[in-house]
């Protein structure tokens, strides 16, 4: 969803845009921007078709955002209120939840990585021995607590070293990352062999977004530094060293009220809490460790 721009402070050198090779192939080959929102430009990569961020916000004064604890209800970069979202991500997750146990990919200890309030571990009780999360904001940390077995603030890096998973879920989370084949191989290294990671993302190759053009709702910036498609995504998957990448179907529900902030439309307000489920949003793949 489309953000308001970072609070203003002091000048600061590591917080000057930076312009990266694609973060997919390292291929230094973007192709004239279709889509700007100065500074920034969302690029494609001419080798691998990935669509990406360039230039981009550093990485360190994003992070600072992530942490921020108005990051989710209102402050600067993020969301209008994540909280208000709750009903709808509540049911986009069961019907997740629900496919991943069909497909036998439940059981066991449970890692989402940015877990932000905490639902999707919520609706996963049951499904798993433990659940898991981290997540940069402490606020919503403590919003975490009370629907996940442990909550952990931060990233990877608080995982103990040796601390292994049957799934590791990054439910829109891996647009947010600025090297995502090393992130995901470090999550790889915290994957029992023969379990599975889950990715979620904006589908950039979907039909809302040459249909909606600088209005799409998941041109986030400038926190959304890497869009994928269902070319892209099994290819970070594969790169990452999982294999046996699946589609995993991913619906999504929306809020009419929310749909109506996003596209600028006004919205009665009888009908403001009515759930819609908009296809093809979201796509999702699944690799597994060896």
């Given amino acids: 969803m489309p953000s308001r721009p970072l609070p203003k402070t002091e000048p600061d050198p590591a917080a000057a845009p930076e312009s990266p090779a694609c973060p997919l192939c390292s291929a230094d080959e973007p192709a004239a921007s279709r889509y700007r929102f100065p500074p920034y430009a969302v690029v494609r990569c001419r080798r691998c078709r990935l669509w990406y961020l360039r ?30 979202q709750e009903a709808t991500l509540r049911r986009t997750f069961r019907r997740l939840l629900r496919e991943l146990t069909r497909r036998g990919m439940t059981g066991g200890r449970l890692l989402e990585v940015g877990c932000a ?17 981290t997540e940069y904001s402490p606020t919503a940390v403590d919003r975490c607590r009370s629907r996940a ?3 952990l603030l931060g990233g990877l890096d608080r995982l103990a070293p040796d601390e292994r998973f049957d799934l590791a879920a990054c439910v829109h989370v891996i647009e947010h990352v600025y090297h995502p084949v090393d992130f995901l191989r470090r999550l790889r290294g915290h994957v029992e062999p023969g379990g599975r ?60 009220s929310l749909i109506g902030e996003k596209l600028a439309l006004r919205v ?15 796509v999702a793949f699944a690799g597994r460790a060896p």
Avoid at 117 to 131: N, S, V
Avoid at 268 to 277: E, I, K
């Fill in 55 to 84: 230039p981009r916000l550093a990485e360190p004064a994003m992070l600072s955002g992530y942490a921020d604890d108005a990051y989710f209800e209102g402050g600067g970069s993020g969301y209008s209120s994540y909280r208000a």
């Fill in 117 to 133: 309030y905490g639902f999707f571990l919520d609706e996963a009780r049951g499904l798993f021995a433990e659940r898991l999360g």
């Fill in 268 to 282: 009665p307000a009888a009908l403001s809490g009515l759930q819609l489920r908009v296809p093809a949003t979201t």
């Fill in 149 to 151: 077995d442990r909550v």
């Fill in 197 to 256: 990671v889950v990715l979620a993302t904006p589908d950039m190759g979907g039909p809302w977004r040459p249909l909606l053009r600088r209005r799409w709702p998941f041109f986030k910036i400038p926190e959304h530094v890497t869009y994928f498609d269902r070319r892209t995504l099994p290819r970070l998957i594969a790169a990452a060293g999982f294999d046996e990448v699946e589609e995993i179907p991913y619906p999504s529900y929306f809020s009419l």
